[in-house]
């Protein structure tokens, strides 16, 4: 694999535009377990509970496994050397920007600060009622649903089931799978709609495709140029010592 590495480190440091997709995969080594699979978090808990719909009608009972899940386990959660490379690689220039599926606010804790949130994140959460905006450190979950100060129930800004993709994060995609010469795909196996689709548009406009996953994706033999085998943390910290070499001997 280290030819590989040396590879993938050759093409990020030539690129003009870099862009980092990531998805659950990034965060399982901070303890945060993925959604779908064998271990994921629907194999505990029913998914329907993050359904729109059903969070209207019944918000005290999607409340108190949303705390149970995005607060308190979550919440414990520090970033990992995954996510500390990819800060890195921003800071040196090397990326140009991070779009991610997660809502866990790790890259951001990372260092990270060109980050497009696909679904949202838990740090927030906004007023059904009125629209305002709490920070969630800001707001008491001792008794749920949490309440605004007009009332009204208390919403975690990530997406749901049932609602649409924030425009922001879905433009800035878009126009990162438009302008990458070399795209970076880490910890996504592109099972989610629309948020799969990104890579395709990217190496159909040209970019280079580099993965990192511990097995075959739904990419892997549809797109992937260079295909890095492994846990995130282990594969980009290699990655991000290969790309520090390079970006000397360029110098």
Known sequence: MQQDILKAAILITKSRFTTAYTGAGISVESGIPPFRGENGLWSKYDPQILDLDYFYKNPLKSWKVIKEIFYDYFGQAKPNKAHLALAEMERRNLIARTITQNIDYLHQEAGSRIVYEFHGNCQTLYCLSCCTKYKALEISLEHLPPTCRCGGILKPGFVFFGEDIPQLPLLAAYEAASLSEVFL???????????????????????????????????????????????????????????????????
């Open 185 to 251: 795909i880490i910890g996504t196996t592109g099972e989610v709609m629309p948020a799969n689709q990104i890579p395709f548009m990217a190496k159909s406009n040209g970019a280079t495709i580099i993965e990192v996953n511990t097995k075959e994706s739904n990419y892997t033999d549809k797109i992937t140029d260079i295909f890095l085998k492994g846990k995130a943390a282990g594969v980009m910290e290699k990655l991000s010592s290969a790309l520090f070499s390079a970006t000397l001997d360029n110098d």
